[in-house]
């Protein structure tokens, strides 16, 4: 075999001549920047070369989640020999009942980002529009980079809030595909009334997909949630099991939408690719609904402790329906990445919104009463570092 | 707000006229069927309405994973609201260590499948040829239908094995982006050694890829394993923890490469998709080399168990360097297909090669003792029942 090879496809009778060029790669794919767009605390903390002490950075749900949740993870290990259903059966039907829609509405993925990968993969090619709020959650955005799409976006309003009719003019204008709305906001904690999404999605250009990301939705005021029939062709909803129910590690969202929707998913996912581990958590963590609500309760206690830390110091906090609250350190973005950074060599992991107007503001996750008292203590220092660095660059200039 | 959208933007002023058309999903995305590719044993349970006595149709590892990894991965529950390490930085060096590369030269991915779906992405768009065997593993079939991409595929050899040089020459002629190649196979079972996959990348088309998918290397011979330079342009080789090292519902597998082939990877991937607990899970199994090597022994004892079953009831099986064996069934694929919906009958989950010469044969898995039995027991009775149906097929006609 192996001389009979040598013979047919020597080296010298292809196109080597010595020189391998490597694979072939999509023109999209050459065209995209070898960059890491997600640098997580723990990559932090190695170059850093030492653990935070809390982490605040990543909205995670320190409280953990629902004990029940727990045990039902622990218990699935055994089983972990086998691949996990690739229907998410049970976990569908779960999650219809409790969403008032049919098992088929529903699509289980590797958490929202694995799900958004999918959409831009359904939606997407080179040349198509996206419409979505500058400095918004980034994921969406970087799955429409790499499917050569075109990202439409517009400045958030004012008050901290997604500027709907901007953005329902710039889709109208492009064109486009879909817009990407999370609500309640990350990074902003914000949010918009349910009256304000259903009367947005009645303006919505025809063929123009709604995708509503509502990953912090069970922490927000029930008037958030806006009342979508599950086969309303132009809204695909997203939730997840990270914020809420405190299962960031275990990768388990969903979309919810009309089937005829719904359906083309299948024709594209990895359909093993949702663990087994992670379906029997979730399924234990939905059903164990007065946990949730102790836990709603407590980020509650904790945007309000965030708020009153911000008073404190002479600042404004972003009004927020998440687990986060995003504090407006009062100057420019230059000022509140020097808070940011005193706060992350104090050892507190957290970040900040990326893009004006929002980038004059840090964002710190909601935690523990012993997790917000050293953020109560650091972040004086933090301010007067901030304004001291400041000086030093007033005087030098 | 509310008003001023319907004022803006009512659907009168739209396109919509009462008719909501939906979204536009991609030219590709239309185009492809509706189906669901992989009815997993769940599936077939439901449909059944009761479960299987044994599960030997996935290829799974009935002996499970190391203690050492089911304890990491019970211990890691706790963290679980944390995010999994998008670098996967701890297991990446493991794995590196054990392969004798830089870490750059691992990416580690939702399972092989997971990965696969990247390297479509990376590779494939429309009308981009990809050449494999008809009737091998066929998730990246499916991800490169995705993308628009054409299957370019040649028969197996009448020995079972790949036929490389037809696989190469399909190559060299379609001018493909990339060679798909199971070593050792799934659903054969059977191999080639490491010299002839050795010559075979010397005789790649200049530019095309060879996806080497060795899920199941850690349970074939030694001389299984080719050598290949850690920067080598010409391959990309995948493993996983979902077979030998019995995690499949953990969802961890990884690919090597040079570092401008993984590079790229992190261009396109789910950075957060790899979940906190399987990540543990398969650092701990990597390590417990003592409980893989008795694993390994387990499959082979299981395989010679297999083939004798297969001899005493008067069948050839095929070579096997995984953890199953391709039973031969001595006739068509009709027959083979009787065989194995009798299995099925006997409350046995086991499967069959798609597509011919190979559909002549069920596969079945390697499992313990117990299941062995149970299964040399079932396959008389299939044998007899295929031969009966067979002879009512044969007195109608």
Chains 1, 2 share one sequence.
């Not at 996990?84 to 958490?111: C, F, M, Q, T, Y």
């Not at 970087?142 to 958030?156: E, I, M, N």
């Not at 690719?273 to 309760?297: F, M, N, P, S």
Request: overall charge positive.
């Amino acid at each position: 075999m192996r001389s009979t090879l040598a013979r047919r496809f020597s080296p010298s009778s292809t196109l080597h001549r010595g020189i391998i060029t490597g694979p072939r790669f999509t023109p999209v794919v050459q065209s995209l920047p070898s960059i890491v767009p997600f640098v997580a605390p723990e990559e932090q903390e190695r170059v850093r070369g030492s653990k935070f002490a809390v982490r605040l950075g990543a909205n995670e749900n320190t409280f953990g989640p629902s004990p029940k949740a727990i045990a039902a993870m622990q218990e699935s290990v055994d089983g972990v020999w086998k691949y996990g259903d690739p229907k998410s059966h049970d976990l569908r039907i779960a999650l219809a009942e409790h969403n008032g829609v049919a098992p088929a509405n529903i699509v289980v993925g590797e958490g929202i980002d694995g799900i958004m990968a999918n959409v831009a993969h359904l939606l997407v090619g080179p040349g198509d529009s996206i419409v979505t709020s500058h400095g918004t959650y980034p994921t969406l955005n970087y799955f429409v980079a790499g499917r050569g799409g075109v990202l439409q976006t517009v400045p958030y309003g004012a008050d901290g809030r997604h500027d709907l009719i901007a953005l329902l003019a710039k889709a109208h204008e492009t064109r486009a595909k879909a817009i990407y709305l999370v609500n309640p906001d990350n990074p902003s904690g914000t949010w918009h009334p349910a009256a304000n999404i259903e009367a947005m999605i009645e303006g919505l250009p025809q063929g123009t997909l709604l995708l509503l990301d509502e990953a912090y939705l069970e922490l927000a005021p029930k008037k958030v949630k806006p009342s979508i029939a599950a086969e309303d062709l132009r809204v695909l909803r997203f939730r997840t099991f990270s914020k809420a129910y405190g299962m960031a590690g275990a990768r388990i969202g969903y979309a919810i939408g009309a089937q005829e929707i719904i359906m083309n998913f299948d024709k594209i996912r990895n359909h093993f690719g949702i663990g087994r581990i992670g379906q029997a958590g979730a399924l234990a963590a939905l059903k164990d609904t007065e946990y949730l609500d102790k836990v709603c309760k407590q980020m509650v206690e904790a945007r309000k402790t965030l708020k009153e830390i911000a008073i404190s110091n002479g600042l404004k906090s972003l009004p927020s329906a998440t687990n986060f609250v995003t504090i407006d350190c009062g100057q420019d973005s230059t000022f509140a990445r020097a808070v940011l950074t005193s706060l992350l060599e104090q050892d507190i992991f957290a970040r900040m919104p990326p893009a004006a107007p929002l980038d004059r503001c840090i964002r710190v996750s909601c935690s523990t009463p012993e997790d917000m008292q050293i953020f109560a203590r650091a972040l004086p220092r933090a301010l007067e570092e901030a304004a001291q660095r400041q000086l030093s660059l007033t005087s030098s200039s």
